[in-house]
């Protein structure tokens, strides 16, 4: 008995999941937090090229040509 008790405090197995675990919540975290931070940027930033190819958008092209050259 004393045997097992010694081998299971011994044994890091599910610590090692834990940060695992962790690990991943932290990750998810941080994506959830940089979507928002981006998310209406990135929304109106598809939303103008969607106007350039001439989608429903309604926003400007933000690509500017240079001079002499047509699209």
């Known amino acids: 008995m004393k045997t097992s008790i010694h081998a299971f ?3 890091e ?3 090692v999941a834990i940060e695992y675990g962790l690990l991943a919540v932290l990750i998810a975290l ?3 937090v940089g979507a928002g931070f981006l998310g209406g940027g990135l929304s109106k930033l598809f939303t ?3 106007a350039c190819f001439g989608g429903s958008g ?3 092209c933000p690509v500017t040509l240079p001079s002499g ?3």
Request: glycine share 28%; net charge negative; aromatic share 0%.
């Open 9 to 11: 405090m011994r044994d």
């Open 48 to 50: 103008d090229i969607g």
């Open 13 to 15: 197995d599910g610590a």
């Open 58 to 60: 309604g926003g400007t």
């Open 30 to 32: 941080a994506v959830g």
């Open 69 to 71: 050259v047509t699209p």
